[in-house]
């Protein structure tokens, strides 16, 4: 992860800071242009180890919101979400949420992706490769403890 600030660094991101071993970082960055610069970053990724990981970027702003909502109410032990590259289309949103995969739940939020697995990540119907599929857009799943964790990172950031 050491490699990983250091190239975000290098880029122009100021008060970098990354959380475990999973690419999970917070960064400030002067952008606005946000497709812009996850492409700049995952073309810095690609040519610094030689690895293609697709980035999402979020605001400290819309990360605390998430880490700020309960959509399956208290139980976050069993919360995920997906931060999806890109708003999927309404027709996509309306065929997911008609899938039968109970006792499962889940709730499309603009280009995020509130998922609530009872019975566990490793025994779900909805995977991460089958949202995407479903969606037609990339995304990376995080666990609601990563998700409160990189919220309390951008508030100390």
């Not at 309960?70 to 997906?82: C, K, L, N, R, W």
């Not at 889940?106 to 599929?133: I, M, Q």
């Amino acid at each position: 992860m050491a490699g990983l600030r250091g190239v975000l660094e290098e880029a122009g991101c100021s008060s970098v800071a990354t959380y475990i071993q999973s690419g999970n970082v917070v960064f400030r960055h002067t952008r606005k242009d946000r497709g812009a610069l996850a492409a700049e970053l995952e073309a810095l990724i690609q040519k610094t180890f030689g690895v293609q990981a697709a980035v999402v970027l979020r605001t400290f702003a819309e990360i605390r919101k998430l880490a700020a909502a309960e959509p399956f109410g208290g139980d976050t032990e069993h919360t995920y979400v997906a931060f999806l590259a890109a708003k999927p289309e309404r027709k996509a949103v309306t065929a997911l949420e008609s899938l039968d995969i109970a006792p499962e739940g889940v709730e499309v939020v603009g280009s995020d992706v509130f998922l609530h697995y009872p019975n566990g990540l490793g025994r779900a119907k909805l995977t991460g490769a089958l949202l995407e599929r479903r969606l037609g857009v990339h995304g990376t799943v995080r666990n609601w403890r990563t998700v409160t964790r990189l919220a309390e990172m951008a508030e100390s950031a």
